[in-house]
């Protein structure tokens, strides 16, 4: 069974080459690097954080006093409910940035203890 090298070549393809030449070039490389969306979820990250806390300030139905970082810098949840809302918003991120710590150096100390 001899195999004939100069036989025209079956070319498989779905559409049978039906596609124009511009259909073809639709997906070529555009020379664009793609967007980094990383500043985008970090942006939202932080806006339903913020909606979040202010949820959170509606529910509470009793009058907090609170003070940021000084004593004489203290505020009624009542009176001024934006600053409330951002104080919750402050300690709702110090939870998540302290377990996400937390996660990293368990992280590097159990690859550097294997058991």
Known sequence: MNVDDEAKKVIW???NNKRTEA???VFAPTGKK????????VLSAIGITFLMSFALSLFSKE???????IDNYCFN?????????????MN?????????IAYLIGKKLGDRFKI
């Open 13 to 15: 393809s779905l559409q």
């Open 77 to 89: 949840s009542t009176e001024n409910p934006i600053a409330y809302t951002f104080y919750i918003f």
């Open 23 to 25: 259909e073809r070039n």
């Open 34 to 41: 793609p967007m980094n969306k990383n500043v985008v979820y």
């Open 92 to 100: 709702l991120w110090i939870l998540i940035l302290g377990i996400g």
């Open 63 to 69: 009058t907090t006093q609170f003070c940021f970082l």
